[in-house]
């Protein structure tokens, strides 16, 4: 799946163009104008990379900053920070405060784009590679194949997503809200329901025979791709 980018800029212009340009790399991209708005879509949903307006109304885009390094599941988030600001200690400013990148207005659009594709190559380089692995089963993302152990799997669209989105995060347990929210999108009205019965589709297209399931349902929290298959299939 792509990785989400979240813009948060205030003017509108620059925003629609960072948004237009990203979008033509093939990330999923998300625009918020003020500050507090987006602290509260960064608390209810997090991207994989954030450009962050350091004036911004209502929070600054430094404070945001801080909070972000505050929280745990946000610590690591890779932040590039836009400012008209270009003297050195607002630079120094903005790094310490926890900005990965740091980047002048006005600048260069494939300068912003080769600096977003840098930090997601660092920081996740599962969200930008062409080819997902994990034990025996294989992920081709630019020619939508599946295999397992060599055998070309068959997956509808939905359930190659849901398998997509799990390859990128192997071992980490996922509501069935937020599959929802992940593989089919938060702005689609679906039952929680849908999720297992893609969850069973998916297992059944993976397993054949007595193979391991890679799948782990966890009760009372949702599914993850059991990151014991992957040590095991690598052993057999």
């Known amino acids: 799946m792509s990785a989400r980018i979240l813009i948060v800029e205030d003017e509108e212009a620059l925003s629609l163009l960072l948004r237009y340009n990203l979008e033509a790399e093939g990330y999923d991209v998300d625009t918020v104008a003020r500050g507090d708005d987006a602290d509260v879509q960064l608390r209810e949903r997090i991207p994989d990379l954030i450009v962050l307006d350091w004036m911004l109304p209502g929070v600054s885009g430094i404070e945001i900053c801080r909070r972000l390094r505050a929280r745990p ?6 932040i590039i920070m836009l400012t008209a600001r270009g003297e050195e200690s607002e630079r120094i400013r903005g790094l310490s405060t926890g900005a990965d990148d740091y980047i002048v207005k006005p600048f260069s659009v ?110 009372g929290a949702g599914y993850a ?6 040590i095991e299939a690598k052993s057999a």
Do not use: C
């Not at 791709?225 to 992957?230: P, V």
């Open 110 to 219: 494939p300068e912003l784009i080769a600096r977003v594709r840098a930090l997601l190559r660092r920081a996740s380089p599962e969200r930008v590679s062409d080819v997902l692995a994990f034990g025996d089963i294989a992920l081709d993302r630019e020619k939508k194949r599946v295999s397992r152990a060599g055998r070309e799997i068959a997956l509808g669209p939905t359930e190659y997503r849901l398998l997509e989105f799990f390859m990128e995060r192997p071992g980490r347990v996922f509501s069935r809200e937020q599959l929802l929210n992940g593989v089919w999108g938060s702005d689609v009205y679906i039952d929680e329901r849908t999720v297992d019965v893609h969850v069973g589709r998916l297992r059944k297209a993976l397993n054949r025979g007595r193979e391991a399931d890679p799948i782990r349902t966890v009760r």
């Open 73 to 78: 599941e946000t610590k690591a988030l890779p």
């Open 225 to 230: 791709l059991d990151d014991r298959f992957g």
